[in-house]
């Protein structure tokens, strides 16, 4: 939101001092209107590709001193209008079960507000059930703010697309390449495969190193066995879903790639260190933070792992040791933090659900994931409130998580327009193209 307030201020002083120049942004497609059945020439590792900006943003310190300009902030403004209960249902994503409009996901639209919805292979009919579905819930959500439509897209073994659309190949295949170009082309297909069916946002790439063969969660959904390996591919799977206008979000943090333990059942434990973290695990999320050109990924996914020797009584999704700490102290990463499902056995053997969600608040998280089991996203969403009613958490706290949810939403230009059946043959040509 700065970039927008630099660029307000900047045009308010054109008249008075005839304009000035600053650093090009680099803003992101917008979902809506990705093409689909095209694929954009991929850059070299060398020589990223950047978006040209639409206007220049100043410097900022070429930006005049003007105590009494007050420039409007939308996202602001936008909260400004909003009831606690609203902004505590954009700190959710839900899902549901069923290929088709009901009375649940309305409910989660109408009545809990939730801020996004995931799909999952109990949602995703043929193509055409599938934009009926998402047309019929972007209308039910009406003019209100648009929803996030997720899923979580790889490719390989996790794919989510409908029966028509030819699947990708695990990530491990393209990794092997050891090629950016490869990386971004896969993140542009996946872009168009989501942006084709409505989806907005994708939980890709996986930026863990397969680096425990006994591991079975993530496998060959990694891009390869070492850093270096998942570095020269991963990060430029998210700037092609970036580019393609689908917000990515880089998982599983700080990497699930060296643990036994399925988090779907159970709380995997790794022992290392801050400094061995950084040594491996940690490489491909900060070169994925640190992105082209300063233009890093806007989302990371932490994941339900014991990082013992940092937090030995939490996971990394509750741990305000690993999410504020190490993720957005040490690496800098200010976007948006989400957790991965609070509904898997990593956290339910352990926490109530209501209690998790207020930990992952605390902890410094944004968007809690609740997937499953109907009634839970109430469950949680009420623990929330009351948190805020007994004085636990914030609203003031709860008002940072939201202006990073909704500045999202408006950066990648979410809206409620209805989407019309996509070209599964266009999309099948490209995916051949990639393999």
Known sequence: MKKITAMILMFAMLF????????????????????????????????????EPAESVPAESEQPASPSASAPDPVAEQMAAMTLEEKVGQLFIAGFYGTEDGDYVDSLIRDYKVGGLIFFGRNVGTAEELVTLV?????????????????????GTVERMPDEVN?????????????????????????????????????????????????????????????????????????????????????????????AVDSHVGLPTVSKTVDELLASELIPFQSAIKGREGAGVPAVMV?????????????ASLSPAVVTGLLREQLGFDGVVFTDDLTMGAITEHYGLDEAAVLAL?????????????????????????????????????????YRVLSLKQDYGLTNNPIEMPDVQALNREIAALK
């Open 16 to 51: 008075a001092a005839g304009g000035c120049t600053g650093d090009p942004a680099q803003p992101p497609a917008q979902a809506e209107s990705a093409a689909v059945g095209t694929t954009s020439a991929a850059p070299t590792a060398s020589e990223p590709e950047t978006t």
């Open 135 to 155: 047309n019929d819930l972007r209308a039910v959500n009406g003019d209100y703010i648009p929803l996030f439509f997720s899923m979580d897209q790889e490719g």
């Open 167 to 259: 699947s990708l190949e695990d990530a491990y295949v393209y990794g092997q390449s050891g090629s950016s170009e490869v990386g971004y082309a896969l993140g542009q297909v996946l872009a168009h495969e989501c942006a084709a069916f409505g989806f907005n946002l994708d939980f890709a790439p996986s930026l863990d190193i397969w680096s425990n063969p006994e591991n079975t969660v993530i496998g060959t959904r990694a891009f390869g066995t070492t850093a270096e390996a998942v570095e020269a591919v991963g990060p430029w799977a998210a700037y092609g879903l970036m580019d393609g206008g689908v917000i990515p979000v880089v998982k599983h943090f700080p990497g699930h790639g060296d643990t």
């Open 303 to 315: 994941a339900h792992i014991l990082m013992s020797a940092i937090d030995p009584d939490h996971p």
């Open 362 to 402: 605390e902890a410094g998280c944004d968007v809690l994931l609740v997937c499953h089991n109907e009634g839970d996203l109430a469950l949680a969403r009420q623990a929330v409130l009351d948190a805020v009613s007994s004085g636990r958490l914030t609203e003031e706290r709860i008002d940072q998580s939201v």
